[in-house]
């Protein structure tokens, strides 16, 4: 089983902020921002290449009703997915990083040429 099923199960302890049938979010453990949540699925899925698009379709009012909670529906958000290895996802069970509570950097993340596709 994976560490987010297992918080899923209640089998590792996680501090939750917003649930329902479907999702949680959660506090990330190791904040980039003032403000970093994990947005889960319950049922396992194991990247957003793998994810229905009617589990998306439920997952995007619950990110925003998390927003609207949390109180960064107005001053902005940023959702972060990683997906896979070069998106650089460690935990394979999918989940949106919420970040916000700050006027977010944004920068180049590679200095590769762009490739022509
Ligand atoms: P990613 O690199 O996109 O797979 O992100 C995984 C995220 O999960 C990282 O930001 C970790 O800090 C976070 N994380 C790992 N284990 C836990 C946990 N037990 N509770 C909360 N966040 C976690």
Redesign the pocket.
């Known amino acids: 089983m994976c ?1 987010f099923c297992k ?1 899923v199960e209640g089998e ?1 302890p ?1 501090n939750k902020i917003l649930e329902n049938d479907e999702f949680i979010a ?5 904040p980039k921002a003032p403000i970093h949540i ?1 947005v889960i699925p319950k049922q396992h899925v194991d990247c957003f290449q793998d994810v229905s698009a009617q589990t998306m379709a439920a997952m995007t009012p619950f990110i925003q009703e998390l927003a609207t909670l949390t109180g960064i529906d107005k001053s902005g958000y940023r959702l972060i997915v ?1 997906n896979g290895d070069d998106g ?4 394979h069970h999918l ?1 949106f ?1 919420v970040l916000g509570g700050a006027k977010l950097p944004f920068g180049h993340l590679v200095d590769e040429p762009h490739k022509s596709l």
């Open positions: 560490i918080i590792i996680s959660f506090h990330d453990l190791y994990l990683n650089g996802q460690e935990v989940h990083h």
